[in-house]
C-alpha cells in the first residue's frame, strides 16, 4: 500500500527519552506512517523500555547489527571500531546490554525481518540497516541517513529521523531534529553501569 509521507527512525540505542520526543513530534505533524531502521538497543540506558514502545505502537522494525546480537545472545556486534579503546569499550557496552534486556525484548528482535520494502507514492523504498546485504556492512554508497534519534554523531546532540513525502520528482526527503533531556540520560547512561564515555558521546554528539 502507497502512502504520501513516512517517518523513519533508527538507531534508538536504548534512549527512551529520545525515541519518545521523535515519535510525539512525528504524531504532531500528523505522520501516521513510522517505519524503524533498527538497532533498538546498545550503548543506552532503556533496551527494554525501548522495544516495549516500539511493540507499543506496533512500528514495522527491522534488525541492526546490535538487535541482531542481542536478540541471539551473541557477545558480537559487528561494529566498525576504529581504535582498541572504541572496540573496548563497545565490548563493555555488549555485555552490558546483553545482561540488562530481558527476555521478552530479546524474543522481539530475534523476530525483527532484515530489510522491509514499502512505497511513498509511487516511489518504491528499501529499507536497510547497513546495505542491502549485510548489516553491519558500512559501504561507500548511501541512498538516505536517515540520522540517529538516540545516538547522534554529528555534533547535534538532538534526535534525527527522516521524512519522505511524495512528490513529482518521486521522494522528498527531510531530516527532523527534536529536543529531550540530553544531559538526564547521560546521566542515566553514568549511573547504570555503561561506560561513562557513552555520557560524554551523547553530550558532545560524537
Known amino acids: ?6 517517518a523513519v527512525i533508527t ?13 510525539a513530534r512525528i504524531d504532531e505533524l500528523d505522520i501516521t506512517t513510522v517505519y524503524c531502521g533498527g538497532d533498538l538497543v546498545g550503548y543506552g540506558p532503556h ?12 512500528i514495522p522494525t527491522i534488525y541492526g547489527n546490535y538487535d541482531y546480537a542481542i536478540g ?5 556486534c559487528g561494529c566498525a571500531y576504529i ?8 565490548q563493555r557496552s555488549v555485555e552490558w546490554t546483553l545482561a540488562n534486556t530481558d527476555q521478552a525484548s530479546k524474543d522481539l528482535m530475534r523476530e525483527l525481518p532484515f530489510d522491509l520494502q514499502f512505497q511513498v507514492g509511487a516511489t518504491d523504498v528499501h529499507l536497510v540497516h547497513g ?10 554508497v548511501l541512498f538516505v541517513n536517515c540520522g540517529s534519534v538516540g545516538k547522534p554523531k554529528d555534533g547535534d546532540p538532538r534526535g534525527a ?3 519522505l513525502r511524495a512528490s513529482e520528482a518521486g521522494a522528498d526527503v527531510t531530516i527532523e531534529r527534536v529536543e529531550y533531556d540530553v544531559e538526564a540520560v547521560a546521566r542515566e547512561v553514568a549511573a547504570s553501569g ?3 564515555e557513552y555520557a560524554d558521546k551523547l553530550l558532545a554528539a560524537g
Open 1 to 6: 500500500m502507497s502512502v504520501d509521507t513516512v
Open 11 to 23: 538507531d534508538i540505542h536504548g534512549n527512551l527519552p529520545a525515541l519518545q520526543a521523535a515519535l
Open 47 to 58: 533496551p527494554n523500555e525501548v522495544c516495549a514502545l516500539i511493540a507499543e505502537r506496533g
Open 72 to 76: 541471539r545472545d551473541v557477545d558480537d
Open 83 to 90: 581504535t582498541p579503546a572504541d572496540r573496548e569499550l563497545g
Open 131 to 140: 546495505s542491502p546485504r549485510k548489516v553491519h556492512e558500512y559501504g561507500d
Open 161 to 163: 529521523f527522516a521524512i
Open 194 to 196: 555503561l561506560p561513562t
